[in-house]
């Protein structure tokens, strides 16, 4: 009875069998292996004296809930575990506060006033006194509720309809709200940004230009804006005239 197996070498399995040769090559052929990039973190230990209870955290004044997750200033953490004898990276912040700007605008062919860019206005206002000094008509019976930003309402006292504003070859036409006891001379607004289509650049050195588009004209100019200074002023022409 002949047997059911047959003995070969390893040459000879190799010679008669091409998908068995292949294997074995690449199993037995050095390769060569790409190394994946290895990510790595800086683990700093916190001691406990560090450490502040819950209890004694808050949240802009207010003492944080139970199960409340806290996030330490990012900037204040890294100066605490800087290495010693290395200087801090330089990190830029705004300042508490910036002075607001004005441009000086030519109002009714008369007087020269400065008028406060604040777009986050809706109205274009006019204090009650440059009305009355540059003697303005306006209509009583267009009033608004003013709110300001303390929540305090006032109610305006009129209208005044196409006041000419001149702004260098440029003039607007504008409808100007007249306040009370204003707090400036004129406020330009959205109004004014809207109808000149205007472009605000700021510097880091806190100058600030406007250009305007004429809605009539199409000229364009650009109006560098002047600190507004802690009192309205109001120039004349005379004034700017005489040496």
Do not use: W
């Not at 036409?173 to 000149?196: C, E, G, W």
């Amino acid at each position: 009875m002949k047997s059911q197996f047959i003995t070969l070498t390893p040459e000879e399995l190799l010679s008669i069998a091409p998908d068995v040769r292949t294997k074995y090559r690449d199993a037995v052929t050095p390769k060569r292996v790409s190394t994946e990039p290895v990510a790595s973190a800086h683990i700093v230990e916190i001691s406990t004296d560090e450490v502040m209870a819950v209890n004694q955290l808050s949240c802009s004044g207010a003492t944080l809930e139970p199960g409340a997750t806290i996030v330490p200033d990012p900037y204040e953490t890294y100066l605490k575990h800087i290495p010693h004898g290395e200087y801090p990276a330089e990190f830029t912040v705004a300042r508490d506060s910036n002075a607001i700007r004005s441009i000086i605008v030519l109002i009714d062919n008369k007087e020269q006033v400065k008028c406060i860019v604040d777009p986050g206005s809706q109205i274009v206002a006019m204090s009650e006194e440059v009305c009355l000094g540059l003697n303005l008509l306006f209509d009583p019976t267009i009033q608004l509720n003013m709110q300001s930003a303390n929540g305090k309402v006032d109610r305006s006292l009129g209208l005044i309809r196409n006041v000419s504003f001149r702004i260098g070859e440029i003039v607007l036409y504008l409808q100007a709200h007249i306040i009370r006891n204003a707090a400036y001379d004129i406020l330009l607004s959205r109004p004014f940004d809207v109808l000149t289509q205007s472009v605000v650049k700021n510097f880091a050195d806190e100058n600030q230009t406007i250009t305007i588009l004429c809605p009539n004209t199409g000229e364009t100019v650009t109006i560098p804006t002047i600190l507004s200074g802690v009192a309205n002023r109001i120039f004349s022409l005379r004034e700017i005239d005489s040496p």
